[in-house]
């Protein structure tokens, strides 16, 4: 059982290593899941003296006022060998014999941390303590509890260290080690109340009574630790410490221990509770219900650390791998990156993702509507055909047909078509422009480099105009190649004026009469609906052909080939992650680290069971 301790020790340590001591976080906190035993008291309660008296070691700082200023979490290790020493987490190579050097090392760390204001950190100092007279037990000396600020210290510092406390011992898997003095009224007794707030069963309190040899002659605390006043669901223990004349004398450690043992053991009072007295008791009996918490709490950790670990990688896949340090790295990173936005706009263009089809509402809607909306007939209005027939004639009418009349009606009407063509091309490259900002929205990799996000959005905008200005110039050609060159056979189908009993040799005048100037606009309207449902096929083809199919070929080769020509500073400044995203990917990675190491180091112990 003793692994059991041993095991939320290491995991203390390497909780605390990575900033992990149960404040307030944006990370997954592995402390506040660990049992723990918090030791609360008021100053001058006794509780400096308790936990000297469980390591049988003179090693805590003393002074007046507030002298607890940081947690310390105190490790106790019991070895075979016949020598005792300590050891900080902060000096992970350094071992300390003299433990009045231990002393000093508490206090400088403590002002290491808070300066010597006399203010107060939750940073917890670990202190780890090998002994062949202490039994495996961890505890937690939390700062002792006051009601008035000494010179120094903001007027905030009581409340300060309330919260600090009761952070630490609200959680539910914090044992609580309530000191509390004899010779005052239990009543104010500071880690009563606090307890009591926290823990009103009192299923994880234990009250510990110190000073019970310095009550008043003709008092004792018999009724309280027999548990019929202010009874908890533990039986309360009491310790006899060293007195201050004591310590100033500097006597034993182990001296006191046996004059401890022989106070409860010849006094008429307490000798029948001698058997679960002092504070060699008090360890053992906290060490052994440590280890059945522990025993209890391994399923649920397990769990814990298990989802938390799934939650962990599920983040950091989010937030994408870190930068690469070499050019080839960047390169790579770049190029990959890059083809995963191309995927997702080809995904769209091809219907795996939406948007694409809204290409095909172009061709379908947008473009036959358009071409819907010609004015034709006011290119074929009677006075316009009698006006470019006229013209077309010059000085000479013509024979038998006004065929360049027909043409430049025809060409007017034609070059009409050119606006539709034109508007289809730009709605085209509007939708492509809304598909790659979509696309780059939904590349997370590109979240963490906001230059590369500017520079592929950049690339493949410029890419996309390129291809609008090869279209808008191969879909005009199609409009100006159908003004250019009439399909002939649709006009030898057409009946002629003799055909139906026309006579040639009418006076020229006769052949501007309405009826033929009417019957001409029907022709030329004829021919031009024919040419439009033409275009309405190729228009889309010549798009599609120079836009989309084009996007999906070539959207980024010009970029990738600029890209062979950048130096390593050049790559580095477009994989320019926010520092903040750099940070929390380390922390992350850190927190995952510990909670693996977590989980394989409970899982051993679990199989040991």
């Known amino acids: 059982m003793e692994n059991l301790i041993s095991l939320v020790n290491k995991i203390q340590r390497a909780c605390t290593a990575l900033g992990d001591h149960g404040e307030e976080s944006a990370l997954p906190t592995l402390w506040d899941s660990l049992p723990a035993i918090a030791v609360v008291g008021g100053q001058s309660s006794g509780k400096s003296s308790v936990l000297e008296s469980i390591v049988g070691k003179d090693f805590l700082p003393r002074g007046s006022g507030i002298v607890t200023r940081r947690p310390l979490v105190l490790q106790l290790h019991k070895v075979d060998e016949n020598r005792e020493w300590a050891e900080f987490m902060h000096l992970p190579r350094k071992r300390f014999t003299d433990f009045a050097a231990v002393r000093k090392e508490i206090a400088d760390e403590t002002d290491r941390e808070t300066g010597r204001s006399k203010q107060i950190s939750s940073v917890p100092i670990h202190l780890s303590i090998y002994s062949p007279n202490v039994v495996n037990l961890t505890l937690i000396d939390l700062p002792g509890l006051t009601k008035v600020a000494v010179e120094g210290q903001s007027d905030s510092i009581v409340q300060d260290i309330e919260n600090m406390v009761r952070s630490y011992i609200e959680k539910p898997n914090c044992i609580i080690l309530a000191i509390s003095p004899a010779n005052q009224d239990l009543a104010t007794s500071d880690a009563i109340k606090i307890s009591r707030e926290v823990d009103p069963k009192g299923e994880r309190t234990f009250g510990v009574l110190t000073k019970i040899d310095l009550m008043d002659k003709g008092t004792d605390a018999v009724d309280i630790l027999e548990g019929r006043a202010f009874k ?137 509507a358009a071409m819907k909306r010609l004015q034709f007939d006011r290119h074929l209005s009677m006075d316009n055909v009698r006006k470019l027939i006229t013209e077309a004639d010059g000085y000479q009418p013509h024979l038998i047909a006004p065929e360049q ?205």
């Open 232 to 368: 908890l669901q533990y039986p309360w223990i009491g310790v006899v410490n060293r007195s201050q004349a004591d310590i100033n004398k500097n006597v034993d450690m182990m001296a006191a221990r046996r004059r401890e043992r022989d106070f409860w053991t010849h006094s008429p009072e307490y000798k029948h509770l001698a058997h679960r007295m002092g504070s060699e008791y008090l360890a053992k009996m906290l060490s052994k219900h440590l280890e059945s918490v522990i025993k209890s709490r391994i399923p649920g950790l397990q769990s814990l650390i298990s989802k938390t670990i799934v939650e962990l990688e599920t983040e950091l896949s989010r937030l994408g791998k870190p930068v690469a340090t070499d050019a080839g790295g960047k390169l790579y990173m770049i190029m990959e990156i890059s083809r995963g936005f191309d995927q997702i706009f080809k995904e769209h263009l091809d219907g795996v993702r939406p948007g694409g089809d809204k290409v095909y509402n172009v061709f379908d809607n947008q473009l036959p």
């Open 405 to 609: 009349g027909y043409r430049r009606l025809i060409e007017s009407c034609l070059t009409s078509v050119r606006g539709p063509a034109e508007a289809a091309v730009d709605a085209v490259h509007a939708i492509l422009k809304e598909l790659v900002h979509k696309s780059i929205n939904e590349t997370m990799e590109l979240r963490q480099y906001p230059t590369l996000r500017v520079e592929v959005n950049n690339a493949a905008c410029e890419a996309l105009e390129r291809m609008r200005e090869e279209s808008k110039r191969a879909t005009l050609q199609l409009v100006d190649m159908e003004c250019g060159y009439l399909t002939v056979e649709f006009f030898r189908k057409l009946p002629q004026d003799v055909e139906k009993g026309g006579n040639p040799t009418h006076s020229i005048f006769d052949r501007y009469n309405d009826s033929y100037l009417r019957r001409i606009g029907t022709t030329v309207l004829s021919y031009v609906n024919m040419v439009c449902a033409s275009l309405g096929n190729s228009i889309p083809k010549s798009i599609v052909y120079c836009q989309v199919r084009e996007a999906k070929r070539t959207l980024l080769d010009h970029f990738f080939t600029e890209l062979g020509g950048k130096e390593a500073k050049q790559l580095g400044k477009m994989l320019d992650e926010d520092p903040a995203i750099m940070q929390r990917r380390q922390n992350l990675a850190k927190r995952l680290e510990l909670y693996r190491n977590a989980q394989a180091e409970i899982d051993t112990v679990a199989w040991a069971k």
